[in-house]
């Protein structure tokens, strides 16, 4: 079991900065990888981010050049530094970590989320 805690969510303008942070704790052997979703209301859950112990992060292309992950793995944690938010930046975002190999995984686990808000 593998529990995730989310902070940093909040209101910001229109071009403004946050940074979102997701620690881990529990059993933490065996990541796959880590990443950042996010869903609005009426939408489907949307990902934003994800950093594989191996190989490339990926990017939605709707945030790339934006939004940055990052990973600390003495502190089992993981960031989402977002910058120039938008209006359509607006919805929860949620940590997800994966448990598995290199090229598979096993047990995946959500945080609860939290709430960016980005309007004028």
């Known amino acids: 079991q593998v529990q995730l805690v989310e902070s940093g969510g909040g209101l910001v303008q229109p071009g403004g900065s946050l940074r979102l942070s997701c620690a881990a704790s529990?059993?933490?052997?065996?990541?796959?990888?880590m990443g950042w979703y996010r869903q609005a209301p009426g939408k489907q859950r949307e990902l934003v981010a994800i950093m594989p112990t191996s190989g490339p992060t990926n990017y939605a292309d709707s945030v790339k050049g934006r939004f940055s992950i990052s990973r600390d793995n003495p502190k089992n944690t993981v960031y989402l530094q977002m910058n120039n938010l938008k209006p359509e930046d607006t919805p929860a975002y949620s940590c997800?970590?994966?448990?598995?190999?290199?090229?598979?995984?096993?047990?995946?686990?959500w945080g609860q989320g939290t709430q960016v808000t980005v309007s004028s």
């Open positions: 997800n970590v994966r448990r598995g190999g290199t090229n598979y995984y096993t047990d995946e686990y």
């Open positions: 529990g059993s933490i052997f065996s990541i796959n990888a």
